[in-house]
Each structure stands twice: as structure tokens, then as C-alpha cells.
């Protein structure tokens, strides 16, 4: 029996050496890919392969599955929160803002525009404008695997900025969805106070599918850190990834995807449908600047959302977006004011909530890239700048840009994207460019190449989004019209449009 005992166990000793043995030769199987679904700025639809079981623990010819990217509780509760803080800035903060703005008659049509474009690009994201953002296909568009959400369920993990960092996929689908949302909303206050609120609808679903989705995708889609291991590896993804993502075009929160690619199309529906009755000859100042001042600080506070989230983590740079969304809208704000107080005398209410916007505006595609003090300065220029566009720049285009949609969110996005270029180099305090293959900050950075490749992601965003806004208000125009009556617009849209008042008379 002593002997059989000794047997076995001698055999199992064997076995044991030589399956490590074995192993050892040939070389670990690796385990698994996990498959993250979506990076900060794109799906991961490919990772990095999980280390191999060490050859002398392995047991069997099948190594032990590789441990999944953790989804971090703290990460999934602050993008949930920066979600939430979205909404709040387009449903009420922007449409109180716009709403201060426009006449009393007109109130409940910018409020009613607002509100239900949120609603609807809510609905035609999850059928099909993530997938078209945010899954590959090629340069230029995504493909269609994820339509209505197609294998996003609760298990579906999306990757962040960092290699291994994971959050649930389905908070990242939302909070996106809050970004494609208020970016169309925000067109609405070039032509609001004549338009048909029937041909906003058409025109925003044609604007969204053909202009934001490609854009978002250019800019924000590549394969995500984990694909990236070596040189090799970092060639496929920047194959594989957006256009203006390839080129190295950094929009941390979308100063090119969001608000020029809004400015530039609100401009051209300016153009295309032409001037209110009475520009120019009848007072149309703000009926409800206090409901206007209420907006822009919902505005405010939601935008810490805005760009702190774009981050996907909690973490240092997520407080550094922070910071630099509350810096520099307050030395816009202080800008904008006293160049104004200087040109016309005194600092009007309108005035430093503008600058406010125009300050945030501007910081949203540096945020995470730039130093404090780069915040500073990318404020005050964006202050001045865009006080100059909504005065002398709108007098010299001609166009009847009813709230100023081009000269504060088309100019503050295109100087803070060029801006961003200036202050994310490391010489001045920014965080210069990652190198996902060293795994640390680049040593070298050409502000001026840095620069020539935002102005190329900005000249992108202009003629893009530009021909794409004037097809598609050609076509509203030329099938249910773009205008109401001249008589309809007199009586104001919140009786012509909607059979109600935003005020009992």
C-alpha cells in the first residue's frame, strides 16, 4: 500500500513538472482579451491582452481567464453626477438664457425649441448616433453594430484615459448623449423669433446625423489606451481612429465639436433664412435679463460637468478641468465687462453674462490640458474676442444672428481650440502630449505644430459643418419652408407657433 502511495505520488510530481515544463518551452498562453467597449474619446473595441499566468502555477493546457478592468464606484458616481450637471445646462440653463433674451412673445418658442430638441436627439442617439460616433468604420463615420444599443447592457464596461480604467458603458453612452443634445440647441438662437417650429425639428435631425455625428466622430473616436503597447500597436489605432484624432487634434470637451460646429451652422441658418421683421428699425432688446442672468448661471454650474466629466475618471485632471472652467469664465467675465465699460461707457448685465459664456466657451476644449494660469489668459482673450464678435464682427457679416450663437460660441470655440495649441505645452504649465507606448508625458512639443493642427480641426469643423447646415436648410426650406407668415411673426411665435403666452396679459 506504502507503495502504491509513493507511486501516485511520484506520477502526479511528473505530470506537474512536465505540463510546466512544457509551458515553459513553449511559451505562456495568453489569456483572454478584455474588451473594454469605449475609450474617453472612442470605443476600445480592441485592448490589450491580460498578462499570462505565470508557466510554473499553470495546472492544465487552458490558463485561468484574465481579471477584468475594475469599473472604479467613485469614477461610475461622478460621471453619473457630471451627466446630471449636463442636463441641468441645456434643460433649464440654456433655455432660460435664451429665453431672457428674445422678446416677451417669443418666449415659450425658444423654451418649447430647446426642450424638445433635447428630447429628440435623446431618442435618435440610442437608435443610432452612438454607434455613428463611436464605433469604428472609418475616418469619417462610425458603422451601425451598435444601433439601438445593440450589446450596451449593464455588464458593458467602457474604457477612460488611463490603460485599465474602465466605467460602465452605459454611462458613457448618457452622458455623450448630453453633449449631442444641447449642441443643436444651441443653433436654435440664431434664428429664433421666425422660424417654424417644424422646420427646426427637420432641420435638426439633418444637421445632427450628417454634421455633429461625423465631426464627433473625427475628433473623439479611436480605439482607447489599451490598444496601445508599442509602436506597432500605436499605428493601428491611429489607422483606425478619427480623422482629426489621427492628425493629434486635442478637444478634451468640444470647443471644435461642440460649439464651432454650432456657431458656424447657426450663422448660416442666419444667412439662409434671413432678418427678423423689423431688424434694425424696431427694438428687440432682451425682454427678462434677470431670467437671462438665472440661465447663464445654470450654465455656469452645469459646465463643470461639461468639462470636468470629459475626463471619465476622478482624478487630478478632472480637477483640473474644474478649476479651469471656474478661472477662466471669471476673467472673461471681468474681460468682457471692462472692454465694454470702455466702448460704451458703462458694463451692462448682458454684457458680463456673455463674457461669462464666452469664457466658457473657450476653456471647454483646453480644460484638461492647460495650467491655471493658462486658463487665466485663455478667459481674458476670449473675453475681448468674442465682445468683438458679437459687435463689430456681427456688423461686418450682416447676418441677423438673433442671440449671438456664431460671435460667442463660434469665435470663443475656435480661439480656445487655437489657444489650446499655445498652453497645453509643458513650458507653459500645460500637460503637454501622453505617449501611451513610454506610458509618460512626451518629452518633445512644437507649439506651433500643436497649433497648425487645431487650425486644421477648426477649418475642418467650419467648411463641414457650414455646407452641411446650408443643404440641410435648403431642403427644409424647399419641402415644409423654413419661415412663418409675416403676420405670425408680428403676433409672435408663442400664439402663432404653440396657441399659448409665456405671460397672463
Known amino acids: 500500500m506504502k507503495k502504491l502511495f509513493a507511486y501516485l505520488a511520484l506520477t502526479s510530481v511528473l505530470a506537474f513538472g512536465g505540463s510546466a515544463l512544457a509551458q515553459d518551452k513553449a511559451g505562456a498562453a495568453p489569456a483572454p482579451e478584455a474588451k473594454p467597449a469605449m475609450a474617453a474619446t472612442a470605443p476600445a473595441d480592441t485592448a490589450k491582452p491580460a498578462a499570462a499566468a505565470p508557466a510554473a502555477l499553470a495546472t492544465d493546457a487552458t490558463p485561468p481567464e484574465a481579471p477584468k478592468p475594475k469599473v472604479d464606484k467613485g469614477d461610475t458616481a461622478w460621471m453619473l453626477v457630471a451627466t446630471v450637471l449636463v442636463i441641468l445646462m441645456t434643460i433649464p440653463g440654456l433655455a432660460l438664457f435664451y429665453a431672457g433674451m428674445v422678446r416677451s412673445k417669443n418666449v415659450l418658442s425658444v423654451l418649447m425649441q430647446v426642450f424638445v430638441c433635447f428630447c429628440l436627439i435623446a431618442v435618435l442617439w440610442v437608435i443610432y448616433g452612438y454607434s455613428v460616433a463611436f464605433t469604428g468604420g472609418n475616418a469619417f463615420f462610425g458603422g451601425f453594430s451598435k444601433m439601438f444599443l445593440s450589446g450596451v447592457n449593464a455588464d458593458a464596461v467602457a474604457a477612460t484615459f488611463s490603460k485599465g480604467v474602465v466605467i460602465p458603458e452605459l454611462a458613457f453612452v448618457a452622458f455623450q448623449l448630453t453633449f449631442a443634445a444641447i449642441t443643436p440647441a444651441l443653433i436654435v438662437g440664431a434664428f429664433a423669433e421666425r422660424v417654424k ?4 425639428l427637420v432641420f435638426i435631425v439633418l444637421w445632427f446625423t450628417f454634421a455633429y455625428l461625423p465631426i464627433a466622430h473625427m475628433v473623439w473616436y479611436w480605439d482607447g489606451p489599451d490598444a496601445i503597447t508599442d509602436a506597432k500597436t500605436l499605428e493601428t489605432v491611429t489607422a483606425a481612429g478619427g480623422w482629426l484624432w489621427a492628425k493629434g487634434a486635442l478637444d478634451f470637451a468640444g470647443g471644435t465639436v461642440v460649439h464651432l460646429n454650432a456657431g458656424i451652422a447657426g450663422l448660416v441658418g442666419a444667412y439662409v433664412i434671413g432678418k427678423r421683421v423689423g431688424y434694425g428699425k424696431e427694438s428687440m432688446a432682451p425682454h427678462n435679463l434677470p431670467l437671462t442672468m438665472i440661465g447663464a448661471c445654470l450654465l455656469w454650474v452645469g459646465w463643470f460637468g461639461f468639462n470636468a466629466g470629459s475626463n471619465l475618471e476622478a482624478n487630478g485632471t478632472t480637477a483640473m478641468a ?6 477662466a469664465t471669471a476673467s472673461a467675465t471681468l474681460a468682457w465687462s471692462l472692454i465694454e465699460s470702455f466702448g460704451k461707457g458703462k458694463a451692462s448685465m448682458l454684457g458680463a453674462v456673455s463674457g461669462a459664456v464666452a469664457g466658457l466657451v473657450a476653456i471647454t476644449p483646453a480644460c484638461g490640458f492647460v495650467g491655471t494660469m493658462g486658463a487665466l489668459v485663455i478667459g481674458a482673450v476670449a473675453g475681448v474676442v468674442c465682445y468683438w464678435g458679437v459687435n463689430g464682427l456681427k456688423r461686418l457679416l450682416g447676418a441677423d444672428d438673433s442671440l449671438d450663437v456664431f460671435g460667442v460660441h463660434g469665435i470663443g ?8 495649441g499655445v ?10 502630449i501622453f505617449d501611451y507606448v513610454t506610458n509618460k508625458t512626451a518629452d ?17 469643423t467650419l467648411i463641414w459643418s457650414g455646407v452641411v447646415a446650408f443643404i440641410a ?3 427644409v426650406d424647399l419641402t415644409i419652408g423654413l419661415r412663418v407668415t409675416e403676420e405670425e411673426e408680428r403676433e409672435g411665435l408663442d400664439v402663432s407657433s404653440h396657441g399659448e403666452g409665456a405671460y397672463r396679459m
Open 413 to 420: 470655440g475656435a480661439t480656445g481650440a487655437i489657444l489650446t
Open 197 to 200: 417650429f417644424s422646420a427646426v
Open 473 to 475: 436648410f435648403k431642403l
Open 322 to 327: 474644474f478649476l479651469n472652467t471656474l478661472v
Open 444 to 460: 518633445a512639443y512644437s507649439i506651433w505644430d500643436q497649433v497648425v493642427i487645431q487650425a486644421t480641426g477648426c477649418l475642418t
Open 423 to 432: 498652453f497645453a505645452a509643458p513650458s507653459l504649465g500645460g500637460s503637454g
